[in-house]
């Protein structure tokens, strides 16, 4: 298996391009389903879960043609059961639930995989579905939905789950008369999937608040040609290693509205941010102040970023506290983080973490996708070099993360074994 290979300590400078957000793009894939016109999504990353949500949609009939960063997708003819082994290896492949009950009145899907970072249940997907008139069996590992015709509902969601939110949009998008979805997510992604559903026809409104309201549209959605936000995470992301690196590195486009708590952790933590327009600026000495930090729904701080901000801690000048309120089973990390000499301590959902540590490279393995971009941070804040295995997790997410930090001045290279010559 390939391993990312990575010589710490060095500053970095330069430019870095965000690629276009991986959490929107698997979720207007899904909503391309809603029409037999053509779709055309354009700043699609080149990631594994793209790759596989294209596997997903092709496996129900779809045809995908991926050409740079633009996807295109018809999803003329469909069929309702969805490709087995694609779906068990990403979570979000629960979202063609929505689209396919709308459309077609019925969808067969195996209980999804992805990241074991704790319980996931789909649970709210499903009673959500139930709401608006499906009948839902669950057994041998599948899913089964039908609906003769989806009807408008009052839903109030448990919990604000971005993934559940975005399921009720699009089924609803098509359903008879009126849905309002209570206690939704605001996460930017809702409005990527609400933008793009209206620009098929569709009558969304209230995303990015706690209250969304979707009239059903009786005639069939059209093509959509879309472009999609940069992605958050990955800014946050390097903007982390940036900081616990030192130098100045710039990173566009980004959007600051959708990342102000991480960057204002990052000034706390001593970094130097700077906004211009679609410019974000990060500069310092790599002199870092330890932050409390508690992971919370948007627009509070993403529990996507917490695994690499407690990597960045690690050489904080004191003692940090991290809470995990969203997921149970997120600091896997810390394990591989104390190989290279880390000193933390996890009590629960609670990690405190004690600095400056003197990071040392180690062979480490990434457990899910922000772990192993935690584990890049390290790496590139250890001494000497460190050796990353598990890079399918880190693929899944993040595209061409190695070039990019080789690009501003890391030494970082991607690693393939050639197989033994065969005598």
């Known amino acids: 298996m390939p391993t990312l290979s990575i010589e710490g300590r060095r500053q970095l400078r330069g430019h870095i391009r965000v690629s276009g957000a991986k959490n929107a793009v698997l979720k207007l894939m899904a909503a391309s389903l809603l029409t037999r016109?053509?779709?055309?999504?354009?700043?699609?990353?080149?990631?594994?879960?793209?790759?596989?949500?294209?596997?997903v949609l092709e496996g129900l009939g779809a045809r995908c043609q991926l050409d740079g960063d633009v996807l295109y997708i018809e999803a003329r003819d469909l069929h309702p059961e969805a490709p087995r082994d694609a779906v068990r290896r990403m979570r979000a492949s629960i979202q063609v639930m929505g689209p396919l009950l709308g459309r077609l009145g019925e969808v067969k899907i195996a209980q999804p995989g992805g990241c074991?970072?704790?319980?996931?249940?789909?649970?709210?997907?499903?009673?959500?579905?139930?709401?608006?008139?499906?009948?839902?069996d669950e057994r041998h590992?599948?899913?089964?939905?039908?609906?003769?015709?989806?009807?408008?509902?009052?839903?109030?969601?448990?919990?604000?789950?971005?993934?559940?939110?975005?399921?009720?949009?699009?089924?609803?998008?098509?359903?008879?008369?009126?849905?309002?979805?209570r206690n939704a997510a605001r996460e930017p992604e809702i409005i990527e999937v609400q933008n793009f559903i209206n620009c098929m026809g569709g009558r969304?409104?209230?995303?990015g608040t706690d209250t969304i309201r979707i009239r059903g549209v009786a005639g069939p959605l059209g093509g959509v040609d879309y472009t999609v936000i940069p992605d958050r995470?990955?800014?946050?992301?390097?903007a982390v290693c940036a900081a616990v690196c030192g130098g100045d590195v710039t990173l566009s486009p980004v959007i600051i509205e959708h990342m102000e708590i991480v960057a204002a952790k990052l000034v706390e933590a001593?970094?130097?941010?700077?906004?211009?327009g679609e410019t974000l600026r990060v500069f310092g000495d790599g002199v870092l102040k330890p932050l409390h930090i508690r992971s919370q729904p948007y627009p509070g701080f993403p529990t996507d970023m917490q695994p690499q901000v407690v990597a960045m801690l690690t050489r904080a000048l004191g003692t940090s506290i991290v809470t995990e309120t969203i997921y149970s089973s997120r600091f896997k990390h810390v394990d591989e983080?104390?190989?290279?000499?880390a000193d933390i301590t996890v009590d629960g959902r609670v990690a405190v973490v004690r600095g400056p540590c003197r990071l040392s490279g180690a062979r480490v393995e990434a457990s899910d996708l922000?772990?192993?971009?935690?584990?890049?941070?390290?790496?590139?804040?250890?001494?000497?070099?460190?050796v990353i295995e598990g890079l399918e997790h880190l693929d899944r997410g993040y595209e061409d993360l190695a070039g990019k930090l080789a690009a501003v001045g890391a030494k970082i290279v991607r690693r393939v074994p050639t197989e033994a010559a065969v005598p």
């Open 116 to 136: 074991a970072i704790g319980a996931r249940p789909v649970d709210l997907h499903l009673a959500g579905l139930r709401a608006l008139g499906a009948v839902i």
């Open 233 to 238: 995470i990955e800014a946050g992301t390097l």
């Open 270 to 276: 001593g970094a130097g941010v700077e906004v211009n």
């Open 370 to 386: 922000r772990a192993a971009a935690a584990l890049v941070v390290a790496g590139l804040a250890a001494e000497g070099e460190t």
């Open 337 to 341: 983080l104390r190989r290279m000499g």
């Open 204 to 207: 969304v409104r209230g995303a």
């Open 37 to 55: 016109e053509p779709c055309v999504i354009r700043n699609v990353p080149y990631i594994g879960d793209v790759l596989n949500m294209i596997e």
């Open 141 to 181: 590992g599948y899913i089964h939905g039908r609906a003769a015709k989806l009807q408008g509902a009052e839903i109030h969601l448990d919990l604000p789950s971005v993934g559940a939110t975005e399921n009720l949009m699009m089924a609803a998008a098509v359903a008879d008369g009126e849905t309002v979805i």
